[in-house]
């Protein structure tokens, strides 16, 4: 593999083991906060205890989730350091607020939480706890805030002289943090953390029950674990509706990616599996209106005209109109008339929005690997109304009291606890790799994005990172199974 292959794959992976970290994070602590409100509402010393040991387990989970995010953003210095050039501008700002405003939040919070029980009064100690998952909300949507631009680039303006995308007013700056991409983003993936959490909780409970260890505690996590799980996956529904007209609209290769939609139109059907479809479905999700019309791969290779009557030019035409931006560009930066430098300018302002277009070999290089997407959403789709239906019935059975005995069940809300991790991967699989070959969507494809590394400096780094970050999850891991053998401090009832 090449430099750019091995510097995918190295942020891949990075991202990968990220995201093992996050969901949880952001599940357990509003379980855990839930379960702290009820103590002080309730003044229940039970309540005080179930919260505590959940919060042991997040405390775990947040500190070796702290060191893969942080060499995450120093990767796109070391390894894509074009793309940090072109964005800088642009992409500094969030991930600055995050780091300044939302993790010191968390952090500041989290000791306060973790260390303060018997230091500050149990109002103040539920608010820090609250503030907690709060700050690590908030931090997601700065984070979301940037990789939403990515996926769709409002708010800013392409500089010649400085070669960057630039925001040029404080209306820009509000036009980036409420780009549509990025807020839906931002509740699909807080609301599948809480999914994730309310998974983990039911199923470490689930292994309590199968036990027969702390019963009543075991039984008191199910019901409030389920229902922020049951509350999660239908957020997650609603959200990923507005995620799917959004790729429709700003990212159509991505759809058609995710359905293997060669040939699209209206009442296009969705495909459930290879030879079971739903007609007329695609275009209800990705238009609201069953005769919306829908692009296949071969209509946008081709040029299409879309809902609103709008001609969208073939990829051959954004090819040469992203070359004529290139040698616009290259022209405006290195000569000296001013007739030819204006000349230039209003060359390039006419088609810079394809100039991405103007690095592609072949038209054929827009279409993302097809089975991939294809297969990865639909792995997201099904473990995602697996999941749901588990925490439906754990949760009524919960509520019921009628968990005792069902050791079929226990066993398989244990299992589900991989499945969790396993749909949260591939929905990030659909949303990255759905893209490419774009870092920055028609602006900036990965070849270009690169740093100026061997292959061979990338790879040793690659293998470094997987033996450190498969150490850290080995030692997470190990503690938390420590933790949860060694159980609450609660009375074994």
């Known amino acids: 593999m090449d430099v750019i292959a091995w510097s995918r794959l190295q942020f891949a992976m990075t991202a990968a083991y990220h995201w ?3 969901p949880f994070t952001l599940g357990v602590a509003m379980v855990m906060a839930v379960m702290e409100t009820l103590y002080v509402v309730r003044e229940d010393e039970f309540w005080k205890k179930t919260a505590q040991f959940w919060m042991k387990l997040f405390a775990i989970n947040f500190a070796v989730g702290i060191a893969t995010g942080i060499i995450l953003e120093f990767e796109f210095g070391t390894n894509w350091s074009n793309y940090s050039w072109f964005v800088g501008d642009l992409f500094g ?3 600055a607020i995050e780091g300044i405003l939302a993790f010191f939040m968390e952090a500041t919070f989290f000791a306060v939480m973790f260390f303060g029980w018997d230091k500050v009064g149990k109002r103040f100690h539920l608010v820090s706890t609250w503030l907690t998952g709060i700050g690590a909300t908030i931090s997601a949507y700065w984070i979301l805030v940037a990789n939403g631009w990515m996926q769709n680039p409002v708010g800013t303006t392409f500089n ?9 007013s404080a209306a820009a700056f509000w036009e980036v943090i409420s780009n549509p991409v990025a807020v839906s983003k931002f509740f699909h993936s807080v609301t599948s953390g809480w999914v994730t959490g309310g998974v983990f909780v039911v199923g470490i409970s689930c292994w309590y029950l199968l036990k027969k260890r702390q019963r009543k505690f075991a039984k008191a996590s199910i019901l409030v674990g389920s229902i922020v799980g049951i509350v999660g996956s239908f957020a997650v529904m609603l959200s990923g509706d507005s995620s799917g007209i959004h790729a429709a609209e700003f990212q159509p290769m991505k759809l058609a990616a995710a359905e293997g939609l060669e040939n699209g139109g209206r009442r296009a059907a969705f495909t459930i599996v290879p030879g079971i ?8 999700l990705a238009t609201h209106d069953i005769n919306g019309y829908v692009p296949g791969i071969n209509d946008i290779l081709n040029g299409y005209t879309d809902n609103e009557g709008n001609v969208i030019p073939s990829v051959s035409e954004k090819m040469a109109m992203g070359r004529e931006a290139l040698a616009a560009l290259s022209l405006y930066r290195t000569t000296d008339d001013p007739s030819e430098k204006a000349e230039a300018r209003h060359a390039l302002e006419k088609n810079v929005q394809y100039i991405g277009y103007g690095h592609l070999e072949k038209p054929e290089d827009v279409i993302p690997p097809v089975g991939v997407v294809f297969w990865a959403f639909r792995l997201m789709v099904g473990l995602g109304m697996l999941l749901l239906l588990e925490l439906l019935v754990v949760g009524f059975l919960a509520w019921k009291d009628k968990l005792d005995g069902k050791k079929w069940l226990f066993i398989a809300a244990i299992l589900c606890i991989p499945l969790v991790y396993l749909c949260g991967q591939a929905g990030w699989v659909v949303a990255e790799v759905g893209r490419q070959p774009w870092t920055i969507q028609g602006l900036l494809p990965v070849n270009v994005a690169i740093s100026s590394l061997s292959a061979g400096a990338v790879k040793t780094t690659f293998f470094l990172f997987l033996a450190i970050f498969s150490l850290f999850l080995i030692i997470e891991l190990r503690i938390m199974i420590g933790a949860i053998r060694k159980g609450p401090e609660t009375p074994n009832e």
Do not use: C, K, N, Y
């Open 277 to 284: 479809q739903i007609p007329g479905m695609l275009s209800i």
């Open 20 to 22: 093992l970290f996050v």
């Open 93 to 95: 700002a969030p991930l």
């Open 160 to 168: 010649p002289d400085t070669v960057r995308s630039e925001m040029a």
